[in-house]
């Protein structure tokens, strides 16, 4: 399995858009760790390289200097396989797999990841694959890209990224609220529409969900009104306490500069 | 100097950038220390940013500046190899605990815009706890020209700086920042929200943030007990400077009654004294580290406002569904 950040997407996205007249596709390194089974991609760079109908030339040098420059920033970064920006793999992709199955440590096998800028089918689709060995043992053998699961993944700091990188302005935080209430407003009434859908008999009743919906109300913290509002209180006292004083520290600062200033 | 740009467009890849370097690579605890290197293009009036890369920091100080020069230099030149910008535009940093406007921030920006190829530099400052709370807080700043001037001079006398009329708020400007994304990252993050990869985040309608407040204050007391020290400092040189006054003008009726004593009595007066031997001048402390303190407390004020602020908006909410 794989898991990707979305900052690769975007490298990918971004340095293909950068590439030479005469390239058709850019390949790159792909960096990151490895955890049980699953390899994570964090972070990726490109690698120049000459791709004509009869051969391929890749500057490994380059891709080498770059894995170590990084390794000086972060120590736990290692090469996990490489990247294309196009769809479609041609035979020169086994040599480049076959080359960073060196590159990489010992018992990973390199992910190809590709991504399709061509936007063929109106989508970029994201795909990783392995290469397997195929082919009659001790006469002809070759190696197929197998196709692996992969998604991607985000920290928490992306995902508020991403959102902003949404917008298409920059809009003030009571809009967010607005629109997280509004979101979470519709998936309540969709929850109690499908709820009572079942009471009635007319869909049928699926347990986990229905598990999840006795966690759900079970999550919500019982209190007493009263402790409710004392606890709702304190905690707005503090809040103006600490604008107060956030004022409090400016006024001398405002003074301060209006005398020197004139 | 050439026109000064006047806004500053980043890319949504330098921000993604910047995030993972930030909250570190292994789990998501922001890191402490770390900066970057900005690499971009000049647009007219507007500074592009289009890719970054992080800068190793070691411990030790006084390698730092050289192992980072050759750092970023070198991998300048790698990625021209990759038709990545290789201008170097400026840098950024990310301020968890030390505040962003100190001596030495300043010191290197003030290299960097004197520099003449790099006069444009910006320094980008990132909060990751602002992040972590919902709001992206990235902004661009850039030391205004007055500060140059007075930088360039070197000394930060009282007369200097009113001189060129130079306050804590008018050292560091703000330069107007937009985010941008290009066709082909817009169809991505299309195709990511779509398939439901990515969710929206949940951190808009928490009304957490306690500790981040509680790390704000905390900045914001030890700022105020370093700038009244300051202002301490500053009135005991005034009072001794008065002190000396006196005494000197005293010294000088002294010497007069006696000359004119002396004169009477028909003796040569006593030769003229150099004052400056006796007297000797004092050393006006530098007013730098008073400028950027308050600055700093006026951007931990703001800070500590804003989010103060959304949080009771949200308590506001909460006691209507009760």
Sequence with gaps: KVLVHPLVAFAIAESHQRRNEDQKRVIGTLTGNVVDDVVIVKDCFVVPHNETHDEVAVDMEFGRNMVEMRRRVNASECVVGWFSSSAHISEHSALIQDYYARETPTGVQPIHLSVDTGLDNDRPNMEAHVSLPMGTPGKVTGAMFCRVPCSVTCQNAERVALHHLQQPRQSGDVQHMEAACTKMHDQLTSIIRYVEGVLEGQEKGDETVGRFLLDLVNSVPRMEPHAMHTMLNGTTQDLLMMVYLATLVETPLILLHSVSSR | ?322
Aim: glycine share 4%.
């Design chain 2, 1 to 322: 100097m050439a026109s000064a740009t006047t806004s500053c467009r980043v890319d949504g890849l330098v921000l993604l950038r910047i995030l993972r370097h930030c909250h570190g690579y292994t789990n998501e605890a922001p890191l402490d220390i770390c900066s970057g290197v900005l690499q971009g293009m000049i647009n007219g009036s507007v500074l592009e940013v289009t890719d970054c890369f992080a800068t190793p920091m070691e411990a030790s100080e006084e390698e730092d500046n050289d192992e980072i020069a050759e750092y970023s230099e070198q991998m300048l030149r790698l990625v021209r190899e990759v038709n990545s910008d290789h201008v170097q535009v400026g840098w950024y940093i990310s301020s968890l605990e030390r505040s962003p406007f100190s001596r030495v921030i300043m010191e290197t920006q003030y290299q960097y815009q004197r520099s003449l190829s790099h006069e444009h530099s910006i320094l980008l400052i990132y909060n990751p706890m602002e992040t972590m709370q919902g709001r992206l807080s990235l902004e661009a700043y850039r030391l205004s020209s007055k500060a140059m001037e007075v930088m360039n001079e070197g000394t930060f006398t009282e007369k200097s700086l009113q001189e060129h009329k130079l306050s804590w708020s008018s050292m560091f400007e703000q330069v107007p920042l937009d985010l941008h994304r290009s066709t082909l990252a817009n169809t991505l993050l299309l195709e990511l929200s779509s398939t439901g990869a990515v969710e929206p985040p949940h951190e808009f309608l928490t009304v957490g943030g306690s500790s981040q407040l509680e790390t704000c204050m905390r900045l914001m007391m030890d700022t105020v007990d370093d700038a009244s020290q300051d202002i301490n400092r500053y009135s005991q040189f005034l009072k001794q400077q008065q002190r000396q006054q006196q005494q000197i003008s005293q010294h000088k009726m002294r010497r007069q009654q006696e000359n004119t004593a002396r004169q009477q009595r028909g003796e040569a007066p006593l030769p003229e004294e150099d004052l400056d031997k006796l007297f000797k001048p004092m050393q006006a402390p530098p007013r730098l580290d008073g400028l950027l303190v308050s600055q700093q407390l006026s951007s931990y004020g703001k800070q500590l406002r804003e989010v103060a602020g959304s949080n009771l908006s949200k308590l506001l909410v909460l006691k209507s569904m009760q």
